[in-house]
């Protein structure tokens, strides 16, 4: 059971350069979240998806991008990057309708964008 | 949403208890209270949960304070792998279930 998967995990790129990253989750959650981390603060929510063809925007969404075409995979796409989007990029998931279950994170995609 | 006060960091001493505390004093009566932890360059990873009555799991226990305006987290013997961050964070029963993170408290264990 692999829990949720983020590829890739590291990535440098160049200000105006695009960008998807993929999260994947086997354990068939309905709600699935991007969120980022910048140095020495918690984490923040960009987007959103509580189902297969759904998104919403989180607390910072701009500049960002996300899609939901299968139940298992959730990808945030950068159109075009800016070094202020230089952070650690989590992925999470979480059951429906147990409220109260827990979330089950990846380990992170560490962006910087030069 | 609701939010959560911790302090910022805590020390403790391998092997003896650890007492995290969180304050939530604009909590609803249908918020679950939710601690995560996140260990040196990995994402965060859930340790226990709570709504009103004490908890306690394998990783460690949740007092609740009876006016839910407050709780503890409590690891019964702290190890070096406890040193992460904690966040106490307050997750609605309605809606998207969002969890909105704090700075949380950051645990240095002594060896």
């Known amino acids: 059971n692999a829990g949720v998967t983020q590829t890739p995990k590291f990535r440098v790129l160049k200000t105006g350069q695009s960008m998807t990253l993929l999260c994947a989750q086997d354990?068939?959650?309905?709600?699935m979240y991007w969120y980022r981390q910048d140095p020495g603060m918690g984490l923040r929510l960009i987007h959103y998806?509580?189902?297969?063809?759904?998104?919403a925007k989180g607390e910072v969404p701009d500049g960002y991008n996300v899609s939901r075409l299968k139940k298992q995979n959730f990808l945030l796409g950068l159109e075009s990057a800016a070094p202020s989007q230089t952070s650690v990029y989590f992925c999470?998931?979480?059951?429906?309708?147990?409220?109260?279950?827990?979330?089950?994170f990846g380990s992170g995609t560490r962006l910087t964008v030069v | 949403d609701a939010k959560t006060t911790q302090p910022n960091s805590m020390e403790s001493n391998e092997e003896e208890p650890v007492h995290l505390p969180c304050n939530h004093s604009?909590?609803?009566?249908?918020?679950?209270i939710h601690w995560y932890r996140q260990l040196p360059s990995q994402g965060p990873e859930y340790v226990i949960h709570?709504?009103?009555s004490n908890v306690n799991n394998r990783m460690a226990s949740l007092a609740i304070a009876e006016d839910r305006k407050s709780s503890t987290l409590i690891l019964h013997r702290a190890t070096l792998r406890d040193a992460a961050v904690y966040y106490c964070?307050?997750?609605?029963?309605?809606?998207?279930?969002?969890?909105?993170f704090g700075t949380g408290t950051r645990l240095t264990v002594i060896p």
């Open positions: 354990m068939n959650h309905e709600y």
């Open positions: 998806s509580v189902g297969e063809g759904t998104t």
């Open positions: 964070i307050l997750r609605p029963q309605t809606g998207a279930n969002n969890l909105f």
């Open positions: 604009t909590i609803s009566g249908t918020d679950y």
């Open positions: 709570g709504l009103t």
């Open positions: 999470a998931s979480t059951e429906i309708g147990v409220r109260s279950y827990g979330y089950t």
